[in-house]
């Protein structure tokens, strides 16, 4: 899944981006997100916009999009079936336009075949609308997300 070469560069980018990226309260928040994202149920759902979609940009679940609860639902189904443990530990928060930001984290892993384990830097791009969370795009290239929102890498 990684090679050691591929988690060195990401290891650069995801330091570079913490640079700038915000340790404080918004984080917090979000945090709170993410633990609502674990929990699921009624109020995950009270906190996802009607047209809520996850797009993956991953070197697992590559190119994959889930949409709504019930794609939500099938999302965790997929992660499942690849890991025996998955927990994603947002570390940072890059703010950009138009109710956008790249929560800059690390994916500890466990593989269900393998039983390897890994602690990898991942990014995710949340974009809000409404006041509710509308998307999610995960990126396993840190630069990636931050492009995709008009952030310097």
């Known amino acids: 899944m990684y090679d050691q ?4 560069t990401l290891e650069r ?3 570079a981006a ?3 990226a915000d340790t404080g309260s918004a984080l917090d928040a979000v945090r709170r997100i993410y633990d609502e994202f674990d929990r699921g149920g009624e109020s995950l759902s009270a906190l996802l916009h009607p047209d809520f979609q996850i797009r993956m940009e991953a070197v697992f679940l ?3 999009t889930y949409r709504g609860m ?5 999302w965790r189904d997929d992660m499942e079936a690849i890991f025996e443990e998955e927990r994603f530990q947002p570390e940072g928060l890059r703010s950009a336009a138009d109710g956008r930001w790249v929560v800059l984290g690390r994916l500890q892993i466990t593989r269900k075949e393998s039983g390897d384990e890994l602690d990898v830097p991942l990014a995710h791009v949340l974009e809000q609308r ?5 998307s999610l795009t995960a990126y396993s290239e840190i630069s ?5 929102v008009g952030l310097p890498a």
């Open 5 to 8: 070469q591929d988690v060195e």
């Open 13 to 15: 980018q995801f330091n």
């Open 18 to 20: 913490m640079e700038e």
């Open 62 to 64: 590559d190119d994959k």
């Open 70 to 74: 019930r794609g939500f639902s099938k």
């Open 130 to 134: 409404d006041k509710k969370v509308a």
């Open 144 to 148: 990636a997300a931050l492009d995709a």
